[in-house]
């Protein structure tokens, strides 16, 4: 049985199945948040090896020790509270229970990852400023990065570098009356600088790094597929690629590499326990790679389509050779 745990409209989910079905593998489970899982049993005796645990969703009903591979791609899965209890619980006591159910969904995620398996779900969550120093301590360039409350300590930099500022952590949409702040990349206005009071709350301000292009990498293990995006000549995705044109789309190409920089991604992802995910990096006009930032669960769709890579069929191929006596059917 493959078991994959993902966001219901995650679209490079449903290619990576219709590839399994192709090469004839139809034991598939798929887990989100939108299908409640009851707990029909845990079992932590002396007498075995593994943990027992018998779960159903939707009817189903199947052990974790009868899984033959596990992909996190996004997203978790819930355990179900039983209806008997949803109505009638006292807020505070229904926090406790589902602090309860947390700690077992997590044990449950971790057997899983025990099993041969694509992704991490423990690893998921990025600290964006411990990437950009494990990527540092590898040999990347990083952007000058800087984090502060007063800023009147960042003017003289500000002055003489172009900078940009960005969440700290992940971009989430904030709503705000009848419209949605804007949390994207963008470009540090001095004036705006200048005129902020003398304490503000901690703010990021990164080094603007002049590119020739931007490179967006997916790995998966340890094969690296890398695309060249042409976003420097646009105004509107100059700074952030992803601050899409959609007039005037960036050129998005096949690209390779050099050996060196590939190594350095390989050991930047072991060392971050992960062995999938996207990577940002930038080719200045010198030609030297800056690494930008990683996203576990980043696109596949964009580099597979742009650059022929067939990213979801490779998922599939290695997900099949892994299983014992599962021969791919063409």
């Not at 490079?12 to 989100?32: A, M, T």
């Not at 590898?138 to 930099?157: E, M, R």
Request: hydrophobic share 40%; glycine share 4%; with cysteine.
């Amino acid at each position: 049985m493959i078991v994959i745990i993902s966001k219901p409209d995650d679209r490079s989910v449903d290619r990576v199945i219709e590839w399994l079905l192709k090469f004839g593998y139809s034991n598939i489970l798929r887990l989100s948040e939108d299908k409640p899982i009851t707990i029909l049993g845990m079992r932590l005796v002396n007498d075995s090896i593994e943990p027992e645990i018998d779960l159903m969703v939707e009817g189903r009903i199947f052990k974790v020790s009868e899984i033959d591979f596990f992909w996190y791609r996004n997203g978790s899965i819930k355990l179900e509270l039983p209806d008997s209890l949803k109505e009638i619980l006292e807020n505070q006591l229904k926090e406790f229970l589902g602090w309860e159910l947390t700690v077992c969904r997590n044990f449950i995620i971790r057997q899983l990852q025990q099993r041969p398996s694509l992704g991490n779900f423990f690893r998921s969550t990025v600290n964006k400023l411990e990437k950009l120093q494990i990527a540092k301590e590898i040999g990347f360039d990083i952007p000058n990065t800087f984090i502060s409350s007063k800023p009147s300590a960042l003017v003289n930099y500000i002055e003489k570098n172009q900078c940009i500022t960005k969440p700290i952590g992940e971009a989430m949409p904030i709503g705000e009356d009848d419209s949605f702040i804007d949390l994207q990349t963008a470009i540090v206005d001095l004036n705006k600088i200048k005129n902020q009071s003398e304490h503000i709350f901690p703010s990021l301000i990164q080094e603007k790094i002049e590119k020739w292009v931007e490179v967006r990498t997916f790995v998966l293990y340890n094969e690296v597929y890398a695309m060249a995006i042409f976003s420097q000549n646009n105004k509107q995705t100059d700074t952030d690629y992803r601050n899409y044109d959609f007039s005037k789309m960036n050129r998005m190409v096949t690209y390779k590499l050099p050996a060196k920089v590939e190594e350095k991604i390989l050991n930047f992802m072991k060392k971050c326990e992960l062995n999938t995910g996207s990577i940002d990096l930038v080719l200045t006009p010198d030609n030297r790679f800056v690494f930008l930032e990683v996203n576990p669960a980043g696109n596949i769709e964009m580099v597979s389509d742009s650059c022929n890579y067939w990213l979801e069929k490779k998922i599939a191929e290695y997900i099949i050779q892994t299983i014992p006596s599962c021969p791919i059917q063409s």
